[in-house]
């Protein structure tokens, strides 16, 4: 499983970019949660620290970046991004769950965060990818949306 965060292509979308990051994380997921039930214990932990890294990045492009500008743009500073906001302190909390697991080596303790996560992460998706990204792609002229794409992949 490869935890490699430079995407295959440049993407000129935000919502094909993060998507695709979205997809890429889901995958290395899968890897860590086969590791755990294989009792591979260093090889989950290595892949998860890739999994941790590249969801805490791609929070952190999203509220350090694209909420702002969303708001900026829209005017909407308290509708779905004050609800994703929480939704990721939500993701945080099952991160640190997951991660005390695996320090431990602990298979139940695991699937509870994941539990807590799964209860949050695809419907946080689903908002994301149909509702806010396509949004920002729309509202966007074709060069600030691919100048925003790239600076997306470059931090």
């Known amino acids: 499983m490869t935890t490699e965060a430079a995407p295959p292509q440049t993407f000129d979308s935000v919502a094909l970019y993060l998507s695709w990051d979205h997809d890429r994380l889901d995958a290395i997921l899968q890897s860590v949660r086969a590791r755990v039930e294989a009792g591979s214990w260093e ?3 290595r892949e998860y620290a890739a999994f941790h890294d590249g969801l805490d990045r791609h ?4 509220e ?4 702002p500008l969303f708001e900026e743009r829209t005017g909407m500073t308290g509708g779905p991004t004050a609800v994703m906001r929480e939704e990721h302190r939500e993701i945080r909390g099952a991160l640190g769950v997951m991660r005390e ?5 602990d ?3 695991f699937h509870d965060g994941l539990g807590q996560l799964h209860s949050v992460l695809p419907d946080h998706n689903v908002k994301e990818e149909r509702m806010l990204y396509p949004t920002m792609d729309r509202i ?3 060069a600030d949306r691919a100048a925003l794409a790239a600076r997306l992949q470059r931090e």
Do not use: S
């Open 43 to 45: 090889a989950a932990r």
């Open 59 to 62: 929070i952190r492009l999203e």
């Open 64 to 67: 350090g970046i694209l909420f």
């Open 101 to 105: 697991a695996l320090g431990r080596g």
């Open 107 to 109: 298979a139940a303790l």
């Open 140 to 142: 966007l002229p074709k």
